[in-house]
């Protein structure tokens, strides 16, 4: 398994009430799969992203992701995970190229050996013609592109992706899917994103997870899971108890 949990718990404490954001949860997932993570929001899946992704240390459980723990080996796994957030990670002051070659230096990479990844990435998400603008002169799209590409320097084995194409437009949404699959393609990259479109759960994914007050309450391909349903969104519907994506 490149991501096991077994019993994850994480509590925040506020002011006089401990709220529970993640309890218990337990999850597989194998070398290569592209899973969809879904809830409503406050469901706990970006809480389970931060500790899978070592941002964030879990209150009880264990997991490991790429076969290093999160708690005691947190440089092993932010070695070999690429996390592209719901928010731009780009800075405004700089060309994309040389974002770029500065986070693969952040990675341990040689200046020669984090320029030539840079330019690898750039033509691999067609960001070539743009290397020298800023991220503020882009398109939402391409701009989104760019995260990806400062999540892929360091060549991980494991993607996470945050709500990747939220905010764009329907065109923008394909153009960063078309991207996103091509990788998965040439590289057999594991990923696993949380979407609140869930026609790009049901298109994409091999497997989705459903997660509601922290609790994983449904896990499978989306055909298994639409079993008597019309759709995706009818299955979300009737399980979770916020009622809405």
């Known amino acids: ?5 077994t019993h994850l718990v994480r509590h925040f404490q506020m002011k006089k009430t401990t709220v ?15 899973v969809a993570l879904l809830g ?8 389970l992203f931060r500790m899978l992704t070592t941002l964030l240390p879990p209150t009880a459980g264990t997991a490991t992701v790429a076969g ?37 230096r952040s990675h341990g990479l040689t200046r020669a050996g984090a320029g030539a990844r840079a330019d690898e990435v750039l033509e691999q998400l067609d960001l070539t013609p743009l290397a ?14 760019v995260d990806i590409a400062m999540g892929l320097i360091h060549r991980p084995v494991l993607l996470f992706l945050d709500e990747p194409s939220t905010g764009l437009d329907p065109a923008g949404r394909a153009n960063v899917w078309q991207h996103i699959l091509k990788l998965r393609a040439d590289y057999g ?11 790009e759960a049901d298109r994409f994914a091999e497997r989705v997870v459903i997660i509601d007050q922290g609790k994983v309450i449904a ?27």
């Open 1 to 5: 398994m490149i991501v096991q949990t």
């Open 20 to 34: 529970t954001a993640v309890r218990g949860v337990n999850l597989g997932i194998e070398q290569g799969e592209l």
């Open 40 to 47: 409503p929001n406050g469901a706990g899946k970006s809480t």
């Open 68 to 104: 290093y723990d999160i708690v005691t080996d947190p440089e092993g796994v932010r070695a070999r995970i690429g996390y592209v957030g719901q928010h731009n990670s780009a800075g405004e002051n700089y060309r994309i190229r040389d974002e770029l070659v500065t986070q693969g």
């Open 132 to 145: 020298k603008r800023k991220p503020g002169t882009l398109s939402g799209g391409q701009r989104r592109r």
């Open 189 to 199: 990259m594991t990923i696993l994103f949380s979407t609140h479109y869930l026609e």
């Open 219 to 245: 896990d499978g391909p989306p055909s298994t899971l639409k079993h008597g349903h019309s759709s995706l969104d009818d299955v979300f519907l009737a399980m979770t108890l916020g009622g809405v994506a």
